[in-house]
């Protein structure tokens, strides 16, 4: 434990379909937490996370008053088991809801705080309405597919690439070749179908985002503005389906403009710890904790 963070921690296993899955606990000293977090990671990572963001969000969001539990998924980091597809998720998502409550009974209500395709899990989750979850918290959601990914290159990539002075002068200079330039010209010039991306797991997700704002949940999407993961969910959030979601009053997104997909620049990173701090206290009763800089993170659990 940190003196600097006032944050106990402690082994909480999460026991989900005969398998013992390792987690960390944060806790706040002193009192009795009535709100809990599940970190939910995403892609091939464990519960410490890239540049350690996971362990310091742990502990920043338990020294704001919140019972913290980061954890490994099935197959992944020092779990036992078979690795699953972020698509079947809902067993551990629950089995850590349950995991948490039993090491911390005080806690009433629970967030989810997802990255990557951990953000799309707990959206999926969410189809569920389990009456447990009061937030999400979607740092940079997986929707990748042809046509998102295709949008968002049309938006974001070749539109700069066209406008880059040393794109030209690599052009005429012999550097880049010209099917380079008729590539991103023809991908600018076609358009992208109208209809919307169905029948898989985008849809399932919608559903989740429609659910839990159904039952006056709220959600946050932290968007990175250098990443294409982020670029292609914001193109998401244009379609009819999504956009109407979207502009329903428990939802709001905050972008840290030249952050990349894990926050590794220390500056974004501090960002994204406040941030997801501000979002942990509009769910607290208490007034809110000053929200100070990130301590370092002395261990790594």
Same mark, same amino acid.
């Given at each position: 434990?940190?003196?600097? @963070? $006032? /944050?106990?921690?402690?082994?909480?296993?999460?026991?989900?379909?005969?398998?013992?899955?390792?987690?960390?606990?944060?806790?706040?000293?002193?009192?009795?937490?009535?709100?809990? &977090?599940?970190?939910?990671?995403?892609?091939?990572?464990?519960?410490?996370?890239?540049?350690? !963001?996971? /362990?310091?969000?742990?502990?920043?969001?338990?020294?704001?008053?919140?019972? &913290?539990?980061?954890?490994?998924?099935?197959?992944?980091?020092?779990?036992?088991?078979?690795? /699953?597809?972020?698509?079947?998720?809902?067993?551990?998502?629950?089995?850590?809801?349950?995991?948490?409550? %039993?090491?911390?009974?005080? &806690?009433? %209500?629970?967030?989810?705080?997802?990255?990557?395709?951990?953000?799309?899990? $707990?959206? +999926?989750?969410?189809?569920?309405?389990?009456?447990?979850?009061?937030?999400?918290? +979607?740092?940079?959601?997986?929707? *990748?597919?042809?046509?998102?990914?295709?949008? $968002? *290159?049309?938006?974001?990539?070749?539109?700069? *690439?066209?406008?880059?002075?040393?794109?030209?002068?690599?052009?005429?200079?012999?550097? /880049?070749?010209?099917?380079?330039?008729?590539?991103?010209?023809?991908?600018?010039?076609? @358009?992208?179908?109208?209809?919307?991306?169905?029948? =898989? !797991?985008?849809?399932?997700?919608?559903?989740? +985002?429609?659910?839990?704002?159904?039952?006056?949940? %709220? &959600?946050?999407?932290?968007?990175?503005?250098?990443?294409?993961?982020?670029?292609?969910?914001?193109?998401? +959030?244009?379609?009819?389906?999504?956009?109407?979601?979207?502009?329903?009053?428990?939802?709001?997104?905050?972008?840290? =403009?030249?952050?990349?997909?894990? !926050?590794?620049?220390?500056?974004? *990173?501090?960002?994204?710890?406040?941030?997801?701090?501000?979002?942990?206290?509009? !769910?607290?009763?208490?007034?809110?904790?000053?929200?100070?800089?990130?301590?370092?993170?002395?261990?790594?659990?």
């Amino acid at each position: 434990m940190s003196a600097r @963070s $006032a /944050v106990i921690e402690q082994v909480c296993p999460v026991c989900c379909e005969g398998l013992r899955l390792p987690g960390i606990l944060s806790l706040p000293q002193g009192g009795s937490p009535r709100l809990g &977090v599940i970190v939910l990671v995403g892609g091939p990572q464990y519960r410490v996370g890239a540049h350690r !963001f996971f /362990v310091s969000l742990a502990r920043h969001l338990a020294g704001q008053g919140a019972a &913290v539990l980061r954890f490994d998924h099935r197959g992944m980091g020092d779990a036992p088991g078979e690795a /699953v597809g972020f698509e079947q998720l809902d067993p551990e998502i629950d089995a850590a809801i349950a995991a948490l409550q %039993r090491a911390c009974s005080s &806690v009433e %209500r629970v967030l989810l705080w997802g990255l990557c395709d951990g953000a799309s899990a $707990a959206l +999926l989750h969410a189809r569920r309405g389990d009456a447990r979850v009061a937030g999400l918290l +979607l740092a940079n959601p997986w929707v *990748r597919s042809e046509r998102s990914l295709a949008q $968002a *290159r049309t938006r974001h990539y070749y539109p700069a *690439r066209l406008v880059s002075a040393d794109f030209w002068r690599r052009l005429f200079g012999g550097q /880049v070749r010209w099917s380079s330039l008729r590539a991103a010209l023809g991908a600018m010039g076609r @358009s992208v179908a109208a209809a919307e991306d169905t029948g =898989d !797991f985008r849809s399932g997700m919608r559903e989740g +985002l429609a659910r839990i704002l159904d039952q006056h949940g %709220r &959600v946050t999407c932290l968007l990175s503005g250098a990443d294409l993961t982020a670029q292609e969910f914001t193109e998401t +959030l244009r379609e009819p389906g999504w956009a109407a979601q979207a502009s329903r009053s428990g939802f709001s997104q905050q972008v840290l =403009d030249g952050a990349d997909h894990t !926050f590794s620049d220390p500056e974004h *990173r501090a960002a994204a710890l406040n941030l997801s701090a501000q979002w942990l206290q509009d !769910f607290l009763a208490a007034p809110a904790m000053p929200c100070t800089h990130p301590a370092e993170d002395p261990a790594v659990i």
